[in-house]
């Protein structure tokens, strides 16, 4: 099975990496094939609201000139996707808000086909204040799109202000771990399942 988390945090060493890469180590450790992905901080473009993606019905987006085509094809080819988002004045941060916007019409272009019955899971870092707004942000996104989002010891956020000062809170490293073996845990049932995850119904 696959994971692949999307460091939306500019800064590739902070703590919204630290705690990605503490998630994607325990499921490396289970058998999984780990990537991340770092997102922040590169240029891309917002949602042009163009609409083209539903007239190509193709999962993907007709913006060309920065890489998120790339990142949505790498989201279809996984099992499980992590989103992280440092809180940026209590809201997500501009780089991983674009792509969620364009990743999401993509998947909508298609039926919600492209992350429909995947795993996901928010990760957040915050000084002192948002990462629940973000938190829960970033899971309405997965909950819209037919994704399957596994519960941990806590809502998945880590307090610190530098880089990897995160790793002091203890207790939010305890639950990207735990966050981790929920994954896994889950990832073997959905791969297991009978029947593949229910089709939306047809809105008119
Ligand atoms: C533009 C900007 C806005 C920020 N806004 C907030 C905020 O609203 N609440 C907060 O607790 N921290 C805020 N911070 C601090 C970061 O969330 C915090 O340092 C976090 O650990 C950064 O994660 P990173 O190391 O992954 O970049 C802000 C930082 C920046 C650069």
Not at 28 to 57: D, H
Not at 127 to 145: M, Q, T, W, Y
Not at 159 to 187: C, S
């Amino acid at each position: 099975m696959k994971v692949v988390a999307f460091n939306g945090s500019p800064r590739q060493n902070g703590n919204t990496a630290f705690m990605l890469k503490t998630v994607l180590e325990v499921l490396s450790e289970a058998g999984w094939e780990t990537e991340l992905v770092q997102v922040g901080g590169v240029p891309v473009r917002g949602c042009k609201a163009c609409y083209r993606c539903f007239k190509n019905a193709n999962a993907r987006c007709v913006i060309t000139s920065d890489p998120i085509n790339d990142w949505i094809a790498q989201a279809e080819k996984a099992d499980a996707i992590l989103l992280g988002s440092p809180s940026y004045f209590g809201t997500i941060a501009s780089e991983i808000k674009a792509f969620i916007d364009r990743l999401g019409l993509a998947s909508y272009s298609v039926n919600k086909e492209l992350l429909r019955g995947k795993i996901g899971a928010a990760v957040v870092a915050q000084r002192r204040g948002g990462a629940i707004n973000v938190f829960d942000n970033l899971n309405h996104f997965f909950l819209c799109l037919g994704m399957i989002v596994p519960g941990s010891s806590y809502w998945n956020f880590g307090v610190g202000r530098l880089p990897e000062e995160v790793k002091e809170d203890q207790e939010a490293m305890a639950n990207m771990r735990h966050l981790g073996q929920a994954i896994h845990w889950l990832g073997e049932r959905v791969k297991s399942a009978p029947t593949p995850y229910p089709l939306p119904p047809t809105v008119t």
